[in-house]
């Protein structure tokens, strides 16, 4: 489209916009029902469709197996012949199916008639012939639409490492060098896994947290004051070289997908990640599991909630400007802002939940450890219930702590200062993790579960399972200590991806050499190790361990691979994603993230550009399709841009090339009959010099602005008719 005639404007005056802050959030008890029946009642808060969550859990991880980014096909082709069946690698149907979720209106109401999916394809690391895909699905904000709210997950899981072949086709069966080491390495690759726990879950939940927000909004009357994101992080599960994932889908978003200017940042970002094993499920339903103690008194599963910390920390120093530290000083304010409406989201949550279900959950399997035969004993067929959902397990099962691993995709938007969270279920034995009660040996205690589940998506099901390169530190190391003295050298190779230590203390590293009652690695040390803590080869899944499959989920997290059918979930499974996603879509629905405004009437203008920093190039393309009329329609709109260089154009989508280098202050008009919807984007074009423009941050303008911009957009329209005809 080609830009019109120069049009004499106004300079108009500017307003800066502050920040909404969250508001306390009000809880009721109501049960999920369906979504069409929730619509017709008023209702204070979000309320999760338990139901509906499990049930697509269960659809994904019975349709779309091992789903590896880069190595299904043509993305932008679902008939391409490298598309795999998705039994074999079901990455394309899941993203299929999962904006198909997403934009469904049926099921989520008439707010999912403004959702637009848009595909963010990029090429990740280590030769893979296609591209990955940050999808994501947007809803504009109504009143404060340059402020972002991005909920998120992980859909990929743990690819194959290239040289499998050539150790099946060695000739050896030594598991360091042979057959025996591919056999481990295609057990860690998830094959033929449904990635049920690692990936789905927090996919699932995130799209459970969409609809109950969606229906809330419709049954208020009300519309979100900020844009909505919600986004598949891709590529997450790749390996670095020692062994931990590369979390390449979440950099590439941070980096590439988060605009330079005052509009289109982020006030919040939510990450769903491994769910299921959490609170308030007991670890295989049960107070007996892995100890034989008088009475059991294992307590439930541990729910992780990393946050933003208020202070830079191990995981994200401070070294001066620029640094991940010195970016979550920068935004102090917010951040702490944020962590006081997380901890109020959570404990509102815990008491909605506590309400519908009478404050307790059932135990579901009556078999215990120590003992044959069932307990109590004898059984009386009712499952035994535990007190649940109490502000005091809430502070000692689910307490909103510092994130101080950064291990998760959460790290690329933390180290630019975002308030934001990953939530997750058990990953590696801790002190959090280990299901022992507390009057348990210490010894006996301390002994690691390594592996069991999570990161590692695996579990082990009794003593002495197999765990390749299994040994302990000789002695204690420092920080910068490349050699590491260890009891036992065995299975141990140059090359080897390591982890040393548990809980917060783990580190990650590559084996460079193996000497003498010690090896040598590739990288320093940076935290301190006290002697006889786990030295191990990170593997993940060895001989022994089962597939983290649907069935496995609904055991560990209830003790039965599911409920009354086999589509039904286990109560204590479906209660450990429901709770997260509650609190969850609570504090998405506060003042301080999406908040809630009347639904719009008329025109709700927005825009997004290609690509969305223009660092390199003076060709900007503008796209409204994002924009929607009152009822959700795109029918009708009209639509016309000023580009912020004195020009104009005409058209929902249109490319723009600029003659230098400028911080462009970009407006969108969008017109049906006499309504009118207005949004302006500050867009950097080729490292322009200078402050940008003083724009607010929700792209909105003052009143004496608007009439300026309405009118220049009438005769800018008048133009381009003259032009056409």
Request: aromatic residues 10%; proline residues 8%.
């Amino acid at each position: 489209m080609k830009a019109l005639p120069r049009i004499r404007r106004r300079r108009w005056p500017v307003v800066i916009a502050c920040v909404a802050v969250a508001v306390p959030l009000s809880v009721t008890a109501r049960g999920p029902g369906s979504p069409a029946a929730q619509a017709l009642t008023r209702q204070p808060t979000p309320v999760i469709n338990a139901d509906y969550l499990y049930d697509q859990l269960y659809a994904m991880a019975k349709a779309y197996s091992y789903r590896i980014s880069g190595a299904d096909g043509d993305p932008r082709n679902a008939a391409d012949p490298f598309n795999l069946p998705p039994t074999v690698n079901g990455w394309q149907e899941l993203y299929t199916h999962w904006k198909a979720a997403l934009t469904d209106a049926k099921v989520n109401g008439q707010l999912a008639d403004f959702a637009t999916a848009t595909d963010h394809y990029f090429r990740r690391t280590g030769g893979y012939r296609f591209d990955s895909n940050d999808a994501e699905v947007t809803i504009p904000g109504a009143t404060c639409p340059g402020q972002r709210v991005l909920l998120a997950a992980h859909p990929d899981e743990t690819p194959v490492p290239s040289d499998v072949a050539e150790l099946i086709d060695s000739g050896t069966t030594s598991g360091t060098t042979g057959f025996g080491a591919a056999r481990r390495h295609i057990t860690d690759s998830n094959l033929g896994n449904e990635g049920a726990y690692d990936g789905l879950s927090g996919v699932a939940v995130t799209i459970g947290e969409y609809n109950a927000l969606l229906r809330w909004y419709a049954a208020n009357r009300t519309y979100p004051k900020r844009t909505l994101k919600v986004t598949l992080l891709d590529a997450s599960r790749g390996k670095t070289g020692d062994g931990r994932f590369s979390r390449e889908g979440s950099a590439y978003y941070a980096n590439n997908l988060v605009p330079s200017g005052p509009q289109g940042q982020y006030a919040l970002f939510a990450n769903m990640d491994s769910l299921g094993l959490d609170y308030p499920a007991r670890h295989l339903g049960t107070e007996f599991y892995w100890n034989n103690v008088t009475g059991g008194g294992v307590g439930p599963w541990f729910t992780f909630i990393k946050a933003t910390p208020t202070a830079p920390n191990a995981a994200y120093p401070d070294t001066g400007a620029g640094s991940p530290g010195a970016s979550i000083a920068a935004n102090a304010a917010a951040i702490g802002q944020f962590r006081s409406d997380l901890q109020a989201a959570v404990l509102a949550g815990f008491a909605q939940q506590g309400a519908k279900y009478g404050f307790s959950v059932p135990l579901e399997n009556p078999l215990r450890y120590n003992q044959n035969g069932q307990a109590p004993n004898p059984y009386s067929g009712v499952a035994p219930t535990k007190p649940a959902y109490s502000a005091a397990e809430q502070a000692q099962y689910s307490p909103v702590r510092d994130d101080t691993t950064a291990l998760e995709d959460e790290q690329a938007f933390i180290d630019k200062g975002i308030p934001g969270f990953t939530v997750a279920g058990v990953k590696n034995s801790n002190a959090d993790e280990n299901p022992y009660a507390p009057t348990v040996d210490p010894t006996r205690k301390a002994t690691p579960v390594v592996g069991y589940a999570g990161n590692q998506t695996t579990f082990q099901l009794g003593n002495g399972t197999p765990q390749p390169g299994m040994t302990t530190t000789a002695g204690a190391t420092s920080p910068g200590a490349s050699t590491v003295p260890v009891a036992v050298t065995t299975n141990l190779t140059a090359g080897q991806p390591i982890f040393i230590d548990t809980g917060d203390n783990t580190e990650y590293g590559q084996i460079q050499a193996v000497g003498t009652g010690s090896v040598t690695l590739v990288r320093p040390l940076t935290r301190a190790h006290a002697s006889g803590v786990p030295f191990t080869v990170n593997e993940n899944q060895p001989v022994g361990y089962l597939s983290d499959s649907i069935e496995h989920l609904n055991y560990f997290a209830a003790g039965a691979p599911h409920g009354l059918r086999p589509q039904q979930p286990t109560e204590e499974l479906q209660r450990a994603l429901e709770l997260p996603a509650q609190w969850t879509s609570l504090l998405l629905a506060g003042d301080g993230a999406l908040g809630a405004t009347a639904a719009p009437r008329g025109p709700v203008a927005y825009f997004e550009t290609t690509p969305v920093k223009p660092d390199t190039t003076r060709t900007v393309t503008f796209d409204a399709g994002f924009s929607r009329d009152g009822e959700g329609s795109t029918r009708g709109l009209k639509y016309v841009w000023d580009f912020g260089d004195g020009t104009f154009g005409v058209g929902e989508r249109v490319t723009h090339t600029y003659s230098a280098p400028i911080y462009a202050d970009v407006k969108l008009v969008v017109l049906k009959g006499h309504d009118v919807g207005l949004y302006r984007q500050a867009v950097a074009v080729e490292h322009p010099s200078g402050a940008a423009p003083a724009t607010n941050a929700c792209g909105t303008f003052t009143p004496q602005e608007r009439t300026s911009l309405v009118a220049a957009a009438h005769t800018a329209l008048a133009a381009a008719k003259k032009d056409g005809e």
